[in-house]
C-alpha cells in the first residue's frame, strides 16, 4: 500500500510529505520510501500558526484550521493519483496532557482534494485512551529501524527533543519519551535577532555558554520527572527562561548547550549505554548541536534526517488500515491501541 505521511512538528516551519510503500504486518513491517517533499508555511501563515500556539481567539483559531487543511492539500497534490492513503499529524497548537492536545488542519480538504482516505486524530484518539497524547512514533519506530542484538536510540531534535530506545527488535524494551527544549528555543532567538540559520549556527560556534544560566534552566523540574513524559512550547518560551544571557553570541550557544545537556541527561537517568543514536529532526542539521551531542553519544545522523517522522505517521496510517495496533501504551503511558479517525473521500 502507498501512504503518503505528512508531518509538521512543533518547529512550526511547515510540512514535510513523505509518499512510502508498506507490506506485511508487523513484526516484519517491509517499506520504501518513495519520495521526500518539505513545504515551508509563507510566512503569513507560520505567524498565525505560531500567534496561535500562544492564544486566539475562536474565530481565528478556526479560520486557521481549514486553512491549515488547504495548505496541506496543495502541498499534497503532487502526490494525487500515487498514494492510495493519508497519515495526517495535524499541526500541535496545544499539548498538556493529561488534559488536552489540539491539532489543527482540517482532513477533509485532503479526503476530498485527493480522493482517498485519510488518518488522522492519532494524538486525541491516544490522549482519551489515557496516554500523553506523545510519542507517537516509537512503535513505528521500532518496526523501521530495529536491529537484532543491539541497544538502539532513534532521537528527534525538532522543536521538542524527544527519543525512543529499544533492545533486540523487542517491544518490551520500548522507551520512549520528550527529553525537554529541542531547537524551539534556538529558532525563537534566531527570529528574534534577525539572523539566518547559518549565522546564528556561526555565532554559536564561536561563544561559550553561559554557565550560570545552564544551572538554573537545568533545574527545571521537567527534566528530573520519570517518563512516559511529554512537552511542548507551551513550556520552552525565551520568555520563561531567567536569567536571559544580554550578548547575542552567548545566549545561541547556551540555548543550543540547554538542549545538548538536558538530552544527555535523559540517557544518563533512564536510558543508559547504547550501540547506536540515530538522530532526526531539523536539529540534526545543526552542527554546533550534533557536535556536542558527538563527544558523549554515538551519534549518526540520518542520511535525511527530516524524513522520519513523515514516515513513521505514514506507518502509523497504515497499520491502522489493516486493522493493527500502531500505538504501544509502554510509550506513551495508555495502552496499546488502534488510534487514529478515518476521513472517507
Known sequence: MRVLGLMSGTSADGVDLVLAEFRGRPPRVVHRVLEHLEVPYPEGLRKRVLAAMGGADTREIALLHHDLGRFYLEAALPFQGRAELVALSGQTVWHEPPRATFQLGEPSHLALGLGVPVVHGFRAVDLAAGGQGAPLVAYPDLLLFGEAGKRVAVH???????????????????LAFDTGPGVCLFDEAVEALGLSLEEAVALAEGALPEEEALRLWLAHPYFHLPPPKTTGREIWRLTALKPLPQDPATRLRTLLELTARSVLLAYRRFVGD?????????????????????????????????VREPLAFALLGYLHRIGEVNVLGRATGGRDLRAGQVVEP
Not at 166 to 173: C, K, S
Request: aromatic content about 4%.
Open 156 to 174: 528527534n531534535l525538532g522543536g521538542i527533543s524527544n527519543l525512543t530506545f529499544f533492545q533486540d527488535q523487542d517491544p518490551q524494551t520500548l
Open 274 to 306: 547504547v550501540d547506536r543514536v540515530l538522530l532526526a529532526g531539523g536539529g540534526a542539521r545543526n552542527r554546533v548541536l550534533v557536535g556536542l551531542l558527538a563527544q558523549h553519544l554515538p551519534v549518526a545522523v540520518m542520511e535525511n534526517p527530516k
